[in-house]
């Protein structure tokens, strides 16, 4: 293999060029974006079909407050985590693979973002119809804290830990 790529366009650790390094990120992000894609789609359709059932019309107004805000918050995650698709279609071939990369990438954490809040408040609702009791508040807190610690904490400390940049 012959070095075509400069100094500044190689990465420590690994011996590829740029546009290398945007490829290889490129289909790591879409890999991580297929698992998040599945998950929020199927929260999202079967939120979507809540409002249909007969129980939807005995609900308390302040649940189909949430239902709205829950579908809402549904909808904005797919929108995200779809995002990157469309942005790649829509600059491929234009020689920006490393900022559609840096884009997506953003795109793909506000998806995620957003899938914590739609997971939160579809939880917050299931709990308080299925239980109406006090501690709902607590026990949303409790998952939603788990949440961040296994999508945020962990992957934040890893970083700091083991890598210097």
Not at 81 to 90: K, Q, Y
Not at 93 to 98: A, E, I, L, N, T
Not at 138 to 158: E, N, R
């Amino acid at each position: 293999m012959t070095d075509t790529g400069t100094d500044a366009e190689r990465r420590t650790g690994r011996n590829e060029t740029q546009e290398e390094r945007a490829d290889r990120m490129w289909v790591e992000l879409l890999q991580e974006i297929r698992v998040a894609q599945t998950g929020v789609q199927i929260l999202f359709g079967f939120l979507l079909t809540v409002v249909f059932t007969p129980r939807y019309a005995e609900l308390q107004d302040v649940d189909k407050v949430i239902y709205i805000v829950t579908v809402v918050l549904g909808a904005c995650a797919t929108g995200a985590l779809i995002g990157p698709v469309s942005l790649h279609r829509l600059v491929s071939g234009r020689r920006v693979k490393p900022q559609t990369v840096q884009v997506a990438s953003r795109m793909t954490l506000v998806g995620l973002i957003l899938l914590l809040a739609t997971m939160t408040s579809s939880l917050l609702l299931i709990l308080r119809v299925a239980t109406h009791d006090a501690f709902v508040p607590w026990l949303v807190a409790g998952v939603v804290s788990w949440y961040g610690l296994c999508w945020f904490v962990v992957p934040l400390w890893t970083r700091r830990r083991y890598t210097t940049n």
